[in-house]
């Protein structure tokens, strides 16, 4: 495996699994199946609805609590809710998170990010971070935050390189996060002649180049699956390196072309909604 190291000195691996859209029997199936693989890496969120069933496919694995890297996110519902954590951590199973995210600026975003802050200094998570947190909203927080993050987690992939926002997130060493980061399954960028010819050369899949681009440019990336053989192959991605004429020829691909585009409406239902948390 390879590891970033974030602002606070911390190490993540630069691939994990991601859980999102992921039925809790799927989740729990993904994560025992990615983790009994060699992930140490794993993502999951308030609103997937599948934290528990995360932390049973981690139980089940056998892997250590000290070998993994665990992280989740808060929803908006749960920014004023003081036992938000804490509910967390008991969905999951754990006593501590790795990573720890407010997952949309939505609702009172800055109680959130105190949460966080406060969950850091109490040992309740090593690192934390912003989802979807880009433009306006970084901007402002970073005028209001205590402790900076160590992750913002944004939509990324070759069409969209998130220039601009890389600016900002070098000032503070902050890490980018990838979602998205094969296009959402656009067969477009996928069957970009640039990455079929270096899947030929290397041996590998357009994807696996792709995902490969994403850990060279210092993302951490987390795509998820439920199909078993697919969560192997993203994972086979560490034994080849692309040279620097081949990240230019890459980067040429950036179109500043995104595939979700949020709205404040969105941000005024994601403020107003509940997930319902799994039962035991």
């Known amino acids: 495996m390879e590891y970033l190291v974030l602002n606070n000195g911390v190490k993540c691996p630069v691939i994990g699994l991601g859980t999102y859209m992921l039925s ?3 989740a729990e199936n993904s994560v025992r199946e ?5 992930y140490s890496l794993v993502d999951t969120a308030n609103a997937y609805v599948n934290e528990r069933a995360v932390g ?3 139980r089940e694995s056998g892997i250590s609590r000290d070998e993994l890297f665990l992280s989740t996110k808060l929803w908006p519902s749960e920014y004023e809710n003081s036992n938000a954590v804490d509910e967390t951590l008991e969905r999951l199973g754990v006593d501590y998170v790795d990573l720890l995210y407010i997952h949309q600026p939505a609702g009172n975003w800055m109680a959130g990010y105190r949460q966080l802050e406060r969950a850091l200094r109490e040992g309740k998570a090593r690192t934390i971070g912003i989802s979807n947190f880009e433009g306006k909203y970084i901007e402002e927080l ?3 935050w205590e402790i900076p993050p160590q992750f913002i987690q944004v939509e990324a992939h070759p069409y969209y390189t998130q220039q601009e926002l890389r600016k900002l997130l070098d000032r503070y060493g902050i890490r980018l996060m990838s979602w998205y980061p094969l ?3 656009d067969k477009t960028l996928i069957s970009e002649p640039v990455f079929a010819a270096l899947g030929k050369k290397y041996g590998k899949t357009p994807a696996q180049v792709i995902l490969r681009w994403h850990t060279q440019m210092g993302f951490t990336v987390i795509p998820g699956s439920r199909n078993v053989d697919h969560i192997r192959d993203n994972l086979n991605i560490l034994d080849f390196t692309l040279t620097d004429s081949e990240m230019a020829e890459i980067a040429k691909l950036d179109r500043g072309a995104r595939y979700y585009h949020r709205t404040d409406d969105q941000l005024a239902q994601f403020a107003a909604w509940r997930p319902s948390f799994e039962k035991e």
């Open 142 to 144: 970073q005028t209001k």
């Open 56 to 58: 049973r496919g981690i």
């Open 34 to 38: 990615a983790m009994k693989m060699g």
């Open 183 to 185: 296009g959402h399954g």
């Open 24 to 26: 809790p029997a799927d």
